[in-house]
Nanobody
């Protein structure tokens, strides 16, 4: 089992940048595929970015491609989401999620693929 704690959210102007961090507990972080999701008021939680357990593969939602970068440091048990060129539509609570992997270094993009979730961090982009 893994516990996740997000940080780094806040208020930023349109065009600004933020870096979110997600710290994981446990000694087997390198065996977890990780993902970032977000949920805006009145909307369903949606996929943002994913990274495989080794960090060799990343995948992004079309809405953030070219603006957001997911990365991980397995020595620090942390996954990051660097967000640039932020827009008001990026306003949401951002969640990191983890899924144990035992084969083939996969990544996942569905909420149902992730059994472990953090508590979320608010990102607000003002116009």
């Amino acid at each position: 089992q893994v516990q996740l704690v997000e940080s780094g959210g806040g208020l930023v102007q349109t065009g600004g940048s933020l870096r979110l961090s997600c710290a994981a507990s446990g000694r087997t972080f390198s065996r977890y595929a990780m993902g970032w999701f977000r949920q805006a008021p009145g909307k369903e939680r949606e996929f943002v970015a994913a990274i495989s357990s080794s960090g060799s593969t990343t995948y992004y939602a079309d809405s953030v491609k070219g603006r957001f970068t997911i990365s991980r440091d397995n020595d620090k048990n942390t996954v990051y989401l660097q967000m640039s060129s932020l827009k008001p539509d990026d306003t949401a609570v951002y969640y990191c999620a983890a899924s144990w992997t035992d084969r083939n270094d996969p990544f996942y993009i569905r909420t149902t693929d992730y059994p472990y979730w953090g508590q979320g961090t608010q990102v607000t982009v003002s116009s």
